[in-house]
C-alpha cells in the first residue's frame, strides 16, 4: 500500500513541476514579446518568421469612420475583428499601449505608425486644394490652380474630381506649365464617386457632381485637413494666410465659410428658404475650409433622431427628408447641419468669398473696403458673359499672363486698362477692391522669387 502512496506522491510532484516549468517558458516567450515589439517602436531591427511574436486574427479590416482624436495618440487609428477590437494608441515616447494583435496587421500599424510621426511635421507643411470639376469646366479650373500657384509660397497639393475624360486633359495642361512653377504643386486626380446606392440622387442634386464635396471627408480618409473651392474661384491673395485659419479654429470647429450675405435685405435664405440655415443669412460653400479629422470624428446634433450621427450617417437622411425644399443642393445640406451645429462653424469675412451680391447693388462687403479683396467668387457664369465685365476683367488677365514675367507689367497693367472700361456697372466701380490686394500679392511674389534664386 505504501508503494502505491510513494508512486501516487512522486506523480504529483512531477506535475507539479512539469506545470511550474510550463509557466515559466510561457511568461519568458511572453517577456520576449514585449521585448521585440517595444524593440520595433524603438527601432531595433527582428528578425526570423517569429518576430512579431503572435498570433493572426481572423478577418480584420479598417474602419475609417473609428478614430481617436488626434490629441489622444499619435495612431489615430483602430484595427476592428469580428472577435476583437484591438487598439493601438501610441503617446508621444513610443510606449505600446497594447499588444494584443495580429502577426502582419501589427507590422503594418507600427510602420505606419513610425512613418506618421516622421511626416507629420512635412504633411502639415502641404496645404491641400480639392476642386471637383464637370463638364465645362476645365479650363475654368486651369486658371483658379494658376491663380493658386502664382501667389502661394507653401507646397499646394491639388485633389481634383473630375470626369474620368477630363483627366487627361488636366495632366496634359499641368505638365505643361514651365519647369520652375512644377515644384510648387503636385496633384492627385480622381474620378467622380458617390454612395452605390444611391449615386444617381446624388449626381443629379443641383449641378453635376456639386455634391461630391460632402463626401470628400469620406474618400481622402489620410488628408487631416482641406480647402474646397469651386472652378470659378480667383485667388488674389496667397493661398497660405487662409489656410493660417484652421489655427484660429477653438476646439469644436471644425470647417470654415463665408456668409452668404452681408446685407439681409437682399439675403436670399432669410428671404425665401424653406428648411433651417446657418446663423442670419446662411453660409456660402463656394469657399470651405475643412478640418477633416474632426469632421470624422463628430457625432452631428440633426433633426431626424435624438440621437447624434456620424457624417457618413447623416447625408442620406438629411437628403430623403429635405430634397423637395432645397434649392442650392448640397449648399442647403450645409446649411442644415450647421445651423444644427452651429458651434462647429468658424465664419471668415466676405473679403475671402467675394461674388457679384457684394457690389451688383452697391458696396456691401466692408471688409473688403478696408483690406481689399482676397478671393473672387465668380458665380452664375460671370467670367463667360458681359453681366459682370469687371469679374470677367480679372479672370481674362490671370488666364493670358504668362509664367515668370513681370506681374506689374503683363497682369496688372492690362488688368487696370480693361476695369476702366467697366465704371458703368456698379462692380467696375469697385473694382479698385479687386486690384488693391493683387498689387499686393505681386510685389510679394516677386520678393519671394528673387530670394529663392
Given at each position: ?329 448640397d449648399q442647403d445640406l450645409l446649411n442644415i447641419i450647421f445651423h444644427h451645429n452651429p458651434e462647429s462653424l468658424y465664419v471668415f469675412p466676405c473679403l475671402w468669398n467675394y461674388r457679384p451680391d457684394h457690389c451688383i447693388y452697391g458696396s456691401n462687403c466692408q471688409p473688403a473696403e478696408q483690406e481689399g479683396v482676397f478671393i473672387l467668387h465668380g458665380n452664375r457664369g460671370v467670367y463667360h458673359d458681359d453681366k459682370q465685365p469687371a469679374f470677367r476683367a480679372v479672370y481674362e488677365a490671370i488666364q493670358k499672363y504668362p509664367f515668370g514675367e513681370s506681374m506689374a507689367r503683363e497682369l496688372l497693367l492690362p488688368l487696370e486698362a480693361a476695369l476702366q472700361t467697366t ?31
Amino acid at each position: 500500500m505504501r508503494c502505491y502512496l510513494h508512486a501516487l506522491l512522486i506523480c504529483i510532484l512531477l506535475a507539479v513541476f512539469s506545470s511550474l516549468y510550463v509557466l515559466n517558458q510561457l511568461a519568458s516567450s511572453l517577456d520576449a514579446q514585449d521585448e521585440r515589439t517595444l524593440g520595433k517602436l524603438q527601432g531595433v531591427p527582428q528578425s526570423g518568421r517569429h518576430a512579431t511574436g503572435c498570433n493572426p486574427l481572423p478577418v480584420s479590416h479598417w474602419n475609417p469612420y473609428w478614430r481617436q482624436p488626434a490629441d489622444v495618440c499619435g495612431v489615430n487609428c483602430l484595427l476592428e475583428s469580428p472577435h476583437r477590437y484591438a487598439q493601438l494608441c501610441c503617446s508621444n515616447d513610443a510606449s505600446l499601449l497594447s499588444l494584443n494583435h495580429c502577426d502582419n496587421h501589427q507590422s503594418f500599424l507600427l510602420q505606419k505608425h513610425r512613418e506618421r510621426l516622421n511626416t507629420k511635421t512635412s504633411k502639415d507643411e502641404r496645404m491641400h486644394l480639392a476642386v471637383v470639376a464637370c463638364g465645362p469646366r476645365l479650363e475654368e479650373t486651369l486658371v483658379m490652380l494658376k491663380s493658386a500657384v502664382l501667389f502661394s509660397t507653401k507646397l499646394l497639393h491639388f485633389h481634383i474630381f473630375a470626369e474620368d475624360h477630363l483627366h487627361e486633359s488636366f495632366k496634359e495642361a499641368l505638365d505643361s506649365w514651365p519647369a520652375e512653377v512644377q515644384p510648387q504643386f503636385n496633384t492627385t486626380a480622381y474620378p467622380i464617386t458617390f454612395p452605390r446606392d444611391n449615386a444617381a440622387e446624388w449626381r443629379k442634386l443641383f449641378k453635376p457632381c456639386a455634391s461630391q464635396r460632402l463626401f470628400l471627408p469620406l474618400i481622402l480618409k489620410d488628408v487631416d485637413s482641406v480647402l474646397y473651392v469651386d472652378t470659378d474661384i480667383l485667388f488674389l491673395n496667397p493661398v497660405d494666410e487662409l489656410w493660417a485659419l484652421l489655427s484660429r479654429f477653438d476646439a469644436s470647429q471644425l470647417a470654415a465659410m463665408a456668409p452668404e450675405h452681408e446685407e439681409p435685405r437682399i439675403g436670399w435664405y432669410n428671404r425665401f428658404a424653406r428648411h433651417p440655415y446657418y446663423g442670419a443669412t446662411g453660409v456660402n460653400s463656394g469657399v470651405m475650409l475643412m478640418n477633416m479629422t474632426r469632421i470624422r470624428e463628430k457625432r452631428f446634433k440633426n433633426d431626424m433622431t435624438s440621437v447624434p450621427l456620424r457624417w457618413d450617417e447623416m447625408l442620406m437622411p438629411l437628403l430623403q427628408k429635405y430634397k423637395l425644399n432645397i434649392t442650392w443642393g448640397d449648399q442647403d445640406l450645409l446649411n442644415i447641419i450647421f445651423h444644427h451645429n452651429p458651434e462647429s462653424l468658424y465664419v471668415f469675412p466676405c473679403l475671402w468669398n467675394y461674388r457679384p451680391d457684394h457690389c451688383i447693388y452697391g458696396s456691401n462687403c466692408q471688409p473688403a473696403e478696408q483690406e481689399g479683396v482676397f478671393i473672387l467668387h465668380g458665380n452664375r457664369g460671370v467670367y463667360h458673359d458681359d453681366k459682370q465685365p469687371a469679374f470677367r476683367a480679372v479672370y481674362e488677365a490671370i488666364q493670358k499672363y504668362p509664367f515668370g514675367e513681370s506681374m506689374a507689367r503683363e497682369l496688372l497693367l492690362p488688368l487696370e486698362a480693361a476695369l476702366q472700361t467697366t465704371t458703368h456697372t456698379y462692380c467696375g466701380r469697385a473694382s479698385h477692391l479687386f486690384t488693391q490686394r493683387l498689387q499686393h500679392s505681386a510685389r510679394h511674389s516677386a520678393h519671394s522669387h528673387r530670394q529663392q534664386r
